[in-house]
Structure formats: C-alpha cells, structure tokens
C-alpha cells in the first residue's frame, strides 16, 4: 500500500516525537501520554501512522516489562476456590473424588470437556454475578 499522505508531514512528525524503542518508565509514560492524547481527536494519515508505531512502541515494552503471560486453567481454577472460599470437597461433585480435585489443582490432570462444563455450573450457580465459561478450565 503506498500511503497518500505528505512526506514532510510524516517526518515533520518523526522529528517532533523523535519516536524509539521504549526502554525506560519515564519514556514510556510520554508515549502514553502522547498517544492518549491522540486519541482525543481525529488523526491524518500521517498521525494515524505515527499512532500506530506509538503503540506497536507501547506493547513491545508493556509486554517485555508487564508481561501477564498466558493464564492456565489450574491457576483460574485456584483463584476461583481462593476467592470464593471454595474448599476441595466442595468440588468431590464435579470431579468424583477429592483426590482427583487434588490432583486438577496440582496440574498433575487436565480439566476435560464435561468437568470444565461442570465447573462453569458451579461457579455460575453459587456465585451469582460470574460469567465463568467452561474454556476458562480447558
């Protein structure tokens, strides 16, 4: 794609925001600060641009230094009883056996498609206001 907006614009911009890879806290405030602010008007072609490296910028140094990594579904599991108060035996009905509830919250077994669906009932039936899915587990 060939952009159809002005050059000296675009590098008007370059020179102005003097845009690079994010390495510290105080830069990485004034890329927030710049792209917030962008976001309160509308762009030009040559502004939406730089947004876009801005925030490409933003998510490289988010995800290097505030990096969430994958949720796995024994720690949504354990967050569920630890918040709730929910104690193993409490899930002897969706597992069978406590040590089998054990055994899920220790990652030593794989939540399956019935149990997750089962756990989702649970949650969804004693703790009302939760929007807990069965993909949550799996």
Same mark, same amino acid.
């Given at each position: 794609?060939?952009?159809?907006f002005?050059?000296?614009?675009?590098?008007d911009?370059?020179i102005?925001?003097?845009?690079?890879?994010?390495?510290?806290?105080q830069e990485y405030?004034?890329a927030?600060?710049?792209?917030e602010a962008?976001?309160?008007g509308?762009l030009?072609?040559?502004e939406t641009?730089?947004?876009?490296l801005?925030?490409?910028?933003?998510?490289?140094?988010e995800?290097r230094?505030?990096s969430?990594?994958?949720?796995?579904?024994v720690?949504?599991? &354990? *967050? !569920?009883?630890?918040? #709730?108060?929910?104690?193993?035996?409490s899930l002897?009905?969706v597992f069978g056996?406590?040590?089998i509830?054990?055994?899920?919250v220790?990652?030593?077994?794989?939540?399956?498609?019935?149990?997750? &669906? *089962? !756990?989702?009932?649970? #949650?969804?039936?004693?703790?009302?206001?939760?929007?807990?899915?069965?993909f949550d587990?799996?």
């Amino acid at each position: 794609m060939i952009p159809t907006f002005s050059q000296q614009t675009y590098t008007d911009l370059l020179i102005q925001y003097q845009p690079k890879p994010i390495k510290t806290e105080q830069e990485y405030e004034r890329a927030l600060t710049v792209v917030e602010a962008m976001m309160s008007g509308e762009l030009t072609e040559a502004e939406t641009v730089l947004f876009e490296l801005l925030v490409l910028l933003i998510e490289n140094y988010e995800e290097r230094h505030y990096s969430m990594g994958e949720s796995k579904p024994v720690a949504t599991l &354990e *967050s !569920l009883m630890h918040e #709730f108060d929910v104690e193993a035996n409490s899930l002897i009905g969706v597992f069978g056996t406590v040590e089998i509830v054990r055994e899920v919250v220790n990652g030593q077994r794989k939540v399956n498609q019935s149990q997750a &669906e *089962s !756990l989702a009932k649970f #949650f969804n039936y004693h703790y009302s206001g939760l929007a807990v899915t069965p993909f949550d587990f799996i």
